[in-house]
């Protein structure tokens, strides 16, 4: 679950499907506020009106991304993070309608379990549409940045080759796993209804 328009809806899109809803936020301190944190608890919060009970868990996600930043190329950046994102979490539900097929099999590939992306189908449009039925818009655009857009390459590959990013986390080896496991280790976990 982002700050963006996006994640709620998706959240709410399943949600009307029947599926219980955890969420995950990956926090990134001090390059994202408190305020920042807040935002996504907030629409949680929102979201659960529809879903029923969240459990959210915010991740600390501010080494590995320094880690990423640091090792591999930045027009990488964005794909490489949210591949390290699909590892922590397993399974999820994608939220970015705009991602290309490239970048989807890119991420999807270090998935074991399926992904759903339940506003793939959506232009942005009709995504703030939902958002506004769902009461989540006006909190969705406050103004605090998230992980993803502190991080982000001012040109990020569009149409990654599988290949090449593999090569590219490979630079990662020495100490990535045992940042994975203190982010997941040192996640804190919310009940918000």
């Not at 969420?23 to 944190?37: D, L």
Request: aromatic share 8%.
């Amino acid at each position: 679950l982002s700050g963006g328009i996006d994640s709620p809806v998706a959240g709410y899109m399943i949600a009307k499907r029947g599926v219980k809803i955890d969420a995950v936020y990956f926090h990134a301190p001090p390059y994202t506020s408190e305020r920042a944190k807040q935002k996504v608890v907030d629409l949680a919060r929102l979201v659960s009106k529809y879903s029923g009970p969240i459990v959210l868990h915010v991740v600390n996600f501010t080494d590995i991304q320094l880690y990423i930043y640091d090792k591999c190329p930045h027009d990488e950046l964005t794909i490489i993070m949210r591949r390290y994102m699909m590892r922590i979490t397993g399974e999820s539900i994608g939220q970015v309608a705009s991602q290309t097929m490239q970048s989807l099999a890119a991420t999807n590939e270090v998935c074991t379990l399926p992904v759903f992306r339940p506003v793939i189908g959506f232009d942005k449009q009709e995504i703030v549409d939902v958002s506004l039925k769902i009461d989540t818009y006006e909190t969705s655009i406050q103004p605090y940045e998230d992980c993803c857009t502190i991080f982000v390459a001012k040109h990020p590959v569009t149409k990654p080759n599988i290949k090449v990013i593999k090569r590219s986390e490979e630079k990662l080896q020495e100490e990535i796993d045992e940042m994975v496991k203190k982010a997941i280790d040192t996640a804190e976990t919310l009940w918000v209804e």
